[in-house]
């Protein structure tokens, strides 16, 4: 196969063979630029906006965190006196949320899970709850597969937690 090649390159003139050269350059170039550059290029700018958007989804977070952390724990507010499991099933249902897991602990504890949920809409809830008097005792929140949205799992409360 080299042999052939070699017979063909040296059949051709020395005009040629620049001619060639200067082509096969070109190509090379070419071929690096759309095969190469122009992807990497796409990558980064795809890269730069999943950045800028995670900033904003973490700024909005953080927000609604403090926020949170400003309300008082210790003021138990005049919740009605419905059970926790049906209160709770209740506000999610007020607010649009569909709780994927509610099991009751017990008379004033509930344990659920979110399986996706706006951050502004998860924690605008749980300030309404905690409103009714039902506390956030723990909770977990990871990245949902639907962009910018998390998954909750979550005890709930009801009372002053002291």
Request: no cysteine; charged share 20%.
């Amino acid at each position: 196969m080299m042999e052939r090649m070699k017979s063909l390159w040296a059949e051709r003139s020395a005009r040629e063979q620049v001619m060639l050269g200067v082509m096969f350059a070109l190509l090379a170039g070419v071929i690096l630029w759309f095969g190469v550059a122009m992807p990497l290029d796409r990558a980064q700018i795809a890269a730069r906006d999943d950045l800028r958007a995670a900033t904003d989804r973490n700024a909005a977070v953080r927000a609604a965190v403090k926020q949170l952390k400003a309300l008082p724990r210790n003021a138990q507010a005049a919740g009605p006196d419905a059970p926790i499991d049906q209160l709770v099933g209740q506000s999610a249902g007020e607010a649009g949320l569909t709780l994927e897991r509610a099991q009751a602990q017990g008379a004033d504890r509930m344990d659920i899970a979110i399986a996706s949920v706006r951050p502004v809409a998860l924690f605008s809830w749980l300030a309404t709850l905690e409103a009714q008097g039902v506390r956030v005792d723990t909770m977990s929140a990871r990245p949902a597969p639907t962009a910018g949205s998390v998954s909750v799992q979550a005890v709930l409360a009801r009372g002053n937690g002291q």
